[in-house]
């Protein structure tokens, strides 16, 4: 198969195929085929980089989904912001992350800042 940008969603099927095709085949390391998959994995990545966005997760679920990866409890959150009625208000949407609060997120629990630092919605007081 000839590896080109893809066009149009027909393309884009036919590669996300053959990729599928070639990743169930035992490739010998730089061949032909191995080539071939690694092109298509990267026109497949940027069609749908370009046709599927992701948006960034909100930062309060960000915050609850890798306490949940680590196996840390919500009380641990205490610490990080400062105490359970501000971790109270954060994570019911009552109170912004402060700047401050976003630093020592990131550091402890390894969440990019640039999601922590995403405007997110509030809930009515």
Do not use: C, W
């Not at 990267?42 to 196996?71: N, T, W």
């Not at 019911?92 to 997120?105: A, E, F, G, N, Y």
């Amino acid at each position: 198969m000839k590896v080109k940008v893809l066009q149009n969603e027909n393309e884009y099927d036919s590669a996300t195929a053959r990729a599928y095709e070639l990743m169930q085949s035992k490739l010998m390391p730089e061949s032909d085929e191995d080539q071939e998959l690694q092109l298509l994995a990267l026109v497949i990545e940027d069609y749908e980089s370009k046709h599927y966005p992701v948006s960034p997760p909100d930062p309060v679920e960000a915050i609850k989904f890798r306490l949940d990866q680590m196996g840390v409890s919500e009380g641990q959150l205490n610490r990080i912001l400062g105490g359970r009625q501000r971790k109270y208000e954060i994570l019911h949407r009552k109170r912004k992350l402060s700047l401050r609060m976003i630093r020592k997120i990131h550091k402890e629990l390894n969440i990019p800042a640039e999601i922590l630092i995403q405007e997110y919605y509030m809930e009515a007081n």
